[in-house]
C-alpha cells in the first residue's frame, strides 16, 4: 500500500501532472509551501509550473504573486497574496504565545516588542524594500537593541502580526516589505479552509499529518478535518485512516524525479514511512538536524539523495542513490537532471 500512497501524493501534490500556470496557483493548491530553502523552493515551484525557469519565479516573488512569511508552526512559507491574512491570522496567536519564554530570556517585554514592531513599519513605508542589517539599524538607532536573536524575533513578531513579509533577494540577502491591509477569517472558518487546502492537496494524509503540518493543536486539526469531511474520502491504508481528494489520480507519465530540499512531498507529513524506508531517514536528514537534503524519487518512493554545485555555465549534479540504480532508471535520472539544468538555464554535468 506504502508505494500506492506516494503515487497519490505525487498526483495530488501536483508533481505529477502539473496543470498550472503561475506559480501563485501552486501555492494557492498546497494552502502553504516550505519557505526555509530559498534556492529549494524555487525549484519546488519549477517541478509544478512545466516549461518555468528559475528568473520567472523569482519575477512572481518581485511581483508580489507570492509571499513568504512565518507562516504554519512559525517558519517560513509561501503564500498567496489571498491566503496570508487568514493563514497567519490562524496560526499567530498560538506561536506569540508559544514565544513567551524566548522574549523573556531576550528581555523582550510587550511594551519593548510593540514598539519594536513599531518602528520596523515606519522604516518601511512608502514601499521601501530594506534588508535585515538595514531594519536592524532603524531599530538599533531608537535605542532597540538586536543583538543576539532579539532581531530575529522583532521581524518574526512583526510578520506574526501580518505587518511585513518578505519580498526579492537584493545581492542574495532578503528584503522586507509592508503587508496590504487585509482580516483574518473566524476562526472555524479558518480551519475548515485550511484543513481542505491541506487534505485536497497533500492527500492522502492522516490527521496526524495535518496536525504535524500546521502546528495547530490536535482539536483544531479535528475540527478543520470534520468540517471538510464531504469534500473528501476516507481510505483505510496500513491500518491508518487516509484522507484525500474525491478525484482519482493518474498514473504518472515520468517515473523519476528530483526534489529539492524542504519539498513538501517530505516535510508535508508526520509519518513519512509510506515514501521512505526508516533506515534512511538520516540520510535525507543528517543527525535530524532539521537541513533536509534534496531527494530522489522513484515511483513515489526515496531512493536517494541529489546536490548541486552551481559554476558560471553549469550545473554539477552529484547523486547518492540509496540502492544501484537499474539502466532504465539511469536513462530517467538524466531526464530530471535535464529538466533540472533548464530550469537554471545551464548546462549539465552529471
Known amino acids: 500500500m506504502t508505494s500506492t500512497i506516494g503515487l497519490q501524493r505525487l498526483f495530488h501534490q501536483r508533481i505529477a501532472h502539473p496543470p498550472f500556470q503561475q506559480a501563485g496557483e501552486v501555492v494557492a493548491w498546497l494552502g502553504a509551501?516550505?519557505?526555509?530553502?530559498?534556492?529549494?523552493?524555487?525549484?519546488?515551484?519549477?517541478?509544478r509550473l512545466p516549461g518555468s525557469t528559475e528568473a520567472m519565479i523569482e519575477q512572481a516573488i518581485a511581483d508580489q504573486l507570492i509571499l513568504r512569511t512565518w507562516a504554519l508552526r512559525g517558519t517560513l512559507h509561501y503564500v498567496a497574496p489571498a491566503d496570508i491574512h487568514w493563514i497567519v491570522g490562524l496560526i499567530a496567536p498560538r506561536q506569540i504565545a508559544?514565544?513567551?519564554?524566548?522574549?523573556?530570556?531576550?528581555?523582550?517585554?510587550?511594551?519593548?516588542?510593540?514598539r519594536g514592531v513599531e518602528l520596523i513599519g515606519r522604516a518601511l513605508?512608502?514601499?521601501?524594500?530594506?534588508?535585515?542589517?538595514?531594519?536592524?539599524?532603524?531599530?538599533?538607532?531608537?535605542?532597540?537593541?538586536?543583538?543576539?536573536?532579539?532581531?530575529?524575533?522583532?521581524?518574526?513578531?512583526?510578520?506574526?502580526?501580518?505587518?511585513?513579509?518578505?519580498?526579492?533577494?537584493?545581492?542574495?540577502?532578503?528584503?522586507?516589505?509592508?503587508?496590504?491591509?487585509?482580516?483574518?477569517?473566524?476562526?472555524?472558518?479558518?480551519?475548515?479552509r485550511?484543513?481542505?487546502?491541506y487534505f485536497l492537496s497533500h492527500g492522502p494524509a492522516t490527521l496526524n499529518d495535518f496536525t504535524h503540518w500546521s502546528g495547530l493543536l490536535i482539536s483544531e486539526a479535528r475540527a478543520g478535518l470534520e468540517a471538510v469531511k464531504?469534500?473528501?474520502?476516507?481510505?483505510?491504508?496500513?491500518?491508518?485512516?487516509?484522507?484525500?481528494?474525491?478525484?482519482?489520480?493518474?498514473?504518472?507519465?515520468?517515473?523519476?524525479?528530483?526534489?529539492?530540499?524542504?519539498?513538501?512531498?517530505?516535510?508535508?507529513?508526520?509519518?513519512?514511512?509510506?515514501?521512505?524506508e526508516p533506515q534512511f531517514a538520516d540520510a535525507i536528514c543528517p543527525g535530524g538536524n532539521g537541513m533536509f537534503m534534496s531527494t530522489i524519487v522513484i515511483d513515489g518512493r526515496i531512493v536517494?539523495?541529489?546536490?548541486?554545485?552551481?559554476?558560471k555555465k553549469t550545473v554539477e549534479i552529484a547523486v547518492e542513490p540509496f540502492r544501484p540504480l537499474s539502466a532504465e532508471e539511469e536513462t530517467w535520472l538524466r531526464e530530471a537532471a535535464h529538466q533540472y539544468a533548464d530550469f537554471l538555464g545551464l548546462g549539465l554535468v552529471l
Open 33 to 47: 509551501m516550505q519557505g526555509q530553502d530559498y534556492a529549494g523552493t524555487k525549484w519546488a515551484f519549477g517541478l
Open 98 to 114: 508559544g514565544n513567551a519564554l524566548r522574549y523573556r530570556q531576550l528581555e523582550l517585554d510587550e511594551p519593548t516588542l510593540n
Open 125 to 192: 513605508q512608502d514601499g521601501h524594500h530594506l534588508t535585515r542589517d538595514e531594519v536592524f539599524a532603524a531599530l538599533e538607532s531608537q535605542g532597540i537593541s538586536t543583538a543576539g536573536q532579539r532581531g530575529f524575533y522583532l521581524l518574526q513578531r512583526a510578520g506574526l502580526e501580518r505587518l511585513i513579509y518578505q519580498g526579492e533577494m537584493r545581492r542574495n540577502v532578503t528584503t522586507f516589505l509592508l503587508l496590504g491591509e487585509g482580516s483574518p477569517l473566524p476562526k472555524d472558518e479558518a480551519l475548515a
Open 194 to 197: 485550511l484543513a481542505s487546502r
Open 230 to 276: 464531504s469534500q473528501l474520502v476516507e481510505q483505510m491504508m496500513d491500518g491508518q485512516s487516509y484522507w484525500m481528494s474525491l478525484d482519482s489520480p493518474r498514473q504518472p507519465e515520468r517515473r523519476l524525479f528530483l526534489l529539492p530540499g524542504f519539498d513538501e512531498y517530505v516535510l508535508g507529513y508526520r509519518d513519512r514511512s509510506a515514501v521512505l
Open 304 to 311: 536517494g539523495t541529489w546536490k548541486r554545485t552551481l559554476k
